[in-house]
């Protein structure tokens, strides 16, 4: 009696586990298919958003065509600047680190616009516009990648100016081809001034002006107003009032030069385009002509003008930011501090909701060998090797799906429908197990269900796996920074985080495995076993409920409904195979015919996004606080207006999340802080994959969720802690 109690126990880790591994590795292979560049990591921008892009069509080899390009995406109202930033501002300045053999050749400056400001102007982007830049690959470069690191730092203006930066990198395959960003690029490159030779082009100066006169240009231009946009610095002044004309084909042009002008060339470059309104990021694709100048200039100024005292301040801001060390709260955490954190942070994981489902199987395992000391040993070592092999293996899965230009993080397998599906089938057959609605033994061969006997080691190591899928969806504490170094990381530094967060989670079952006092303390195997076994059904079924739940945000009332009905019939099923006689093979015969017809008629809707929707607000027990859905605009906007913003991370497979959300978060005095202060609530739902959320999480330090963020306009932003606490946020509230 005992060893088939046993047996029963036992028998459903080492059954379903493999399906487990296949139904998450399978949708994970689909979704890396097509995965093609571009990877983020930088400090927090404000006002305009940025991302490193690449473009190698033909892979990274020496002699391929490779392009790599920062992409800024301005809150409306806000520019950045061009190569000559006319009245005031800087250009936007990129510094490259590049492996040896491996050059960066200078920005393909798309063509600007006009930004007036009183009796000022200045020329640069609004919208969205990408910076193009060539690399070049050595012919004797012989790595099997290209690893790029970026130091950008820009001037983000409106009326007021903000200096900001970010650090980023990423990885292009010598082999294969990388060509997500193409059409970016080619809107880039398209948007960028054309070359053509001046040919009876002229400039003459006089006293206060800058005569023009360009030939050659396009013939659909004729007859509408340009700009015009010298390389040079200093030398026009940008937003004087100018004339122009067409003479034929002939463009004139009477522009006002500089009173400050200190340089007086032989000749000039300057690119002249039709006339753009604002917010469409890049003017139109203009003209670019090294044209002579005839005839002497006036005489040149003295000495520059002095910078004016706003715009000194900001440079000097952001030159003391180029030098600060990067990363939202101060200096980055080193290696080893990032190993012990994961190995805490592994502990307290067992503590987690997330992992409660998986003890049933644990302690009847200690229970089993409680007499054995060896036996006990040798499992606690196989469901360490399970656990970490399993943390590694989904570690590197992550590390090398990002490395090919995907937006992930800790979690992300959760972030599909079809996983979440699959562990709602496992840990339903695993409840019905448990719950004695079937045994193994009674519906497969007789030689599949004798194997466990033969090798029980094997159950604990796929115990372990099992812990790990279950575990995955959470971060405890310590674990949050662990992990967003580990992804900026070397791949050998990145792996041993990821198995140090695994021995973590092992290491109290594999310190109570070698320690004989705790199989002592357990109750000697008995009749209690099968109670405990049933009952631990139940954490089963709800954590299906859990899964029905997450799916019900991703795919929506019917993902859920569907996939609710296929494993009603299912446990039809299971249950039809467990009888004899007649009865087996009717009613098997009719559920597998039931399963199959449901799997084609309403089965897609488990795997079918439902449309995304940029989310309502929702209330909160305090009037006026609300909270309202998140985006790199929404959050610009709020601290434009001088409002702290308080960011919540989340998704809805998130245990951790929910629990916050329902306890800390709802309490009536934080909400009360929040309301004194003016914060701003917004909610990053991450349940589904979205890049604007992964790439805000790096600028964070972080790859997974919960992350709870508080940003002031012109500060560093505060990352709270993972398991919130009402005293830590009203602290940290207080302080604003």
């Known amino acids: 009696m005992l060893q088939k109690l046993l047996s029963c126990a036992t028998r459903s880790a080492r059954r379903l586990l493999p399906a487990l591994s296949l139904s998450l590795l399978l949708p994970l292979a689909v979704q890396a298919q097509g995965i093609l560049g571009g990877a983020t990591s930088q400090t927090p921008p404000q006002m305009v958003q940025a991302e490193l892009l690449a473009h190698a069509p033909d892979g990274a080899a020496p002699g391929a065509k490779l392009w790599v390009g920062l992409q800024l995406t301005h809150t409306p109202e806000w520019h950045t600047y061009w190569k000559n930033s006319g009245d005031s501002g800087l250009p936007t300045e990129l510094q490259w680190t590049l492996p040896e053999g491996v050059t960066a050749g200078d920005i393909a400056w798309p063509t600007p616009r006009k930004f007036p400001l009183g009796t000022l102007a200045n020329y640069g982007y609004d919208g969205t516009v990408l910076l193009p830049v060539p690399l070049t690959v050595a012919p004797d470069f012989k790595g099997s990648h290209v690893d790029v690191q970026l130091y950008a730092a820009w001037l983000a203006c409106r009326k007021e100016c903000i200096p900001e930066e970010g650090r980023f990198t990423l990885r292009i395959p010598v082999q294969g081809s990388t060509a997500l960003n193409g059409l970016a690029f080619e809107a880039a490159l398209a948007a960028g001034p054309k070359d053509q030779p001046a040919a009876d082009s002229t400039l003459t100066p006089e006293p206060g002006f800058l005569n023009a006169s360009l030939a050659g240009l396009p013939a659909a231009w004729q007859g509408q107003k340009l700009e015009f946009f010298p390389e040079a610095t200093g030398l026009i002044e940008p937003g004087a009032a100018w004339t122009q004309a067409w003479d034929g084909a002939r463009w004139t042009a009477r522009v006002p030069l500089s009173p400050q002008r200190s340089d007086s060339p032989a000749q000039l470059a300057l690119v002249v385009a039709q006339a753009n309104p604002p917010g469409e990021g890049a003017g139109s694709a203009g003209a670019r002509l090294t044209v002579p100048v005839q005839g002497n200039w006036p005489a040149a100024a003295a000495l520059p003008v002095a910078v004016p005292d706003a715009l000194q301040a900001a440079l000097d801001a952001n030159a003391a930011r180029a030098t600060a060390p990067a990363g939202p709260t101060g200096a980055p955490i080193t290696l080893w501090a990032a190993l012990i954190g994961a190995l805490l942070g592994g502990v307290i994981l067992n503590l987690m909701p997330c992992v409660f489902p998986v003890l049933a199987i644990k302690v009847l395992a200690f229970a089993r060998h409680a007499g054995d000391r060896s036996a006990h040993r040798a499992n606690g070592l196989a469901y360490t090797a399970g656990v970490v092999l399993s943390f590694l293996a989904l570690g590197g899965l992550l590390l090398g799906l990002r490395a090919a230009g995907e937006q992930l993080g800790w979690g992300f397998q959760l972030q599909s429908p079809g996983v979440v599906a699959a562990l709602a089938v496992l840990f339903t057959l695993i409840g019905l197990n448990l719950a004695g609605l079937f045994e193994f033994g009674s519906v497969l061969p007789s030689g599949l269900a004798s194997l466990q006997a033969k090798n029980p080691t094997a159950d604990a190591f796929l115990t372990g796996v099992l812990a790990t899928a279950i575990a995955s969806p959470c971060t405890a504490p310590f674990m949050g920074a662990s992990l967003g170094l580990a992804i900026a990381l070397p791949t050998v530094q990145a792996l041993a985080v990821f198995g140090m967060l695994g021995l973590g989670m092992a290491l109290p079952y594999l310190v109570a495995s070698w320690w004989p006092a705790v199989a002592r303390a357990l109750p000697r195997p008995g009749a209690w076993m099968d109670t405990f076994r049933r009952g631990m059904a139940f954490p089963m079924f709800a954590t299906v409920v859990w899964l029905l739940w997450v799916l019900g945000q991703q795919s929506g009332i019917d993902g859920a409904a569907a996939l609710l009905m296929l494993l009603v019939v299912l446990a039809l099923l299971v249950w039809a195979l467990g009888l004899r006689g007649k009865s087996r093979t009717v009613l098997a015969g009719l559920s597998l015919a039931g399963l199959l017809w449901l799997g084609w008629s309403v089965g897609p809707n488990v795997t079918r996004l439902q ?101 002031q306009n012109g500060q560093a932003p505060q990352v709270l802690s993972e398991v919130l606490g009402v005293d830590e946020v009203r602290a940290v509230i207080a302080g604003l």
């Open 611 to 711: 449309d995304a929707s940029p989310g309502a607000e929702v209330a909160t027990a305090v009037q006026g606080v609300s909270w309202q859905a998140w985006s790199p605009e929404r959050q610009a906007a709020l601290l434009a207006e001088g409002r702290p913003v308080f960011v919540d991370f989340t998704a809805a497979w998130c245990v951790t999340c929910q629990y916050n959300k329902r306890t800390t978060l709802a309490n009536a005095d934080v909400l009360g802080d929040i309301a004194a202060k003016n914060v701003a609530l917004l909610r990053a739902d991450w349940t589904r994959r979205d890049p604007a959320v992964t790439a805000e999480l790096a600028r964070l330090g972080r790859n997974g969720v919960p992350v709870y963020a508080i940003h």
